[in-house]
Nanobody, 115 residues
């Protein structure tokens, strides 16, 4: 079955850097678009960045120029490099992929940006 396992979250000071990883299994990774979402308690889950199977990417405006999404098809892994982190980036970050019929989610990794 499809599994997405995130890692790399933690506590970082404003202006700092983190790299999130998501290891995928149970499907042919190279054939699927992959995304990172984030969610703050009490708010809807927000799309942060996507990388398509062809390699194109897109980002929500608030992270453009600071975050970079990438993928390694040989390792079945998608990354989110986050730089110049701000307190408002604090959230649980989720890895996502979609089939024709449903979304698949990891369990999430917590990123806290604070002094």
């Amino acid at each position: 079955q499809v599994q997405l396992v995130e890692s790399g979250g933690g506590l970082v000071q404003p202006g700092g850097t983190l790299r999130l990883s998501c290891v995928a299994s149970g499907f042919i990774f190279r054939n699927y678009d992959m995304s990172w979402y984030r969610q703050v308690p009490g708010k809807e889950r927000e799309l942060v960045a996507s990388i398509f199977k062809g390699g194109n990417t897109n980002y929500t405006d608030s992270v453009k120029g600071r975050f970079t999404i990438s993928r390694d098809n040989a390792k079945n892994t998608v990354y989110l490099q986050m730089t110049s982190l701000k307190p408002e980036d604090t959230a649980v970050y989720y890895c996502n992929t979609k089939s024709w019929v449903r979304n698949y989610w990891g369990k999430g990794t917590l990123v806290t940006v604070s002094l």
